[in-house]
């Protein structure tokens, strides 16, 4: 009886520990997803961040040209928001700039003027996060072996953030 006791005691104390364990897990890797999703930009005065940007669609949808026919598996726009804020508080505004490079459709540079890269943000920034919305669109393709080349292809690219000082005048 003893036995049988001190087993059951020990199972409850080993599946009480493995419970622990796996909360802890998965709160780690929830986390580390919502960390990835909030695409928050720190700044510090002068300096730049170069953010590797992925303009993916929604799951289930594709990225269309602007101006198709829409169906219901088709998105005609990537929208990517990000909050910027800076390392810490300057004596005053500073100017924001937000720039995109290297584009590529796939790993490809070929046809990337088909990226249409639209970035919409306040002129300065200081204290407190400031929003920075990023719209994608794919122009149409001049012809069929144009549009074989981008058709279904991951968009990557660059978001350049900077903050500096308004120049006195």
Do not use: C
């Not at 796996?22 to 999703?37: D, F, K, P, Q």
């Amino acid at each position: 009886m003893k036995g049988t006791k001190r087993a059951v005691i020990t199972l409850a104390a080993l599946l009480v520990f493995a419970i622990a364990g796996l909360i802890g897990v998965s709160y780690a890797y929830w986390s580390r997803l919502t960390a990835e999703r909030e695409n928050t930009v720190i700044i510090g005065e002068g300096t730049e961040v170069v953010v590797e940007v992925t303009a993916e669609p929604p799951v289930g949808k594709k990225l269309v040209p602007a101006g198709n026919d829409i169906g219901t598996d088709d998105v005609d726009h990537v929208e990517l928001i990000y909050r910027v804020r800076l390392s810490q508080e300057t004596k005053e505004d500073l100017i924001l700039s937000v720039t995109a490079s290297d584009v590529r459709i796939g790993e490809n540079t070929q046809n990337a003027e088909l990226v249409n890269i639209e970035i919409t943000h306040p002129a300065h920034v200081n204290e407190g996060d400031v929003e920075t919305r990023v719209k994608v669109t794919l122009l149409e393709p001049s012809d069929e072996q144009q549009y074989e080349a981008v058709r279904n292809k991951v968009i990557t690219f660059k978001l350049t953030f900077s903050a500096t000082v308004p120049e006195e005048g």
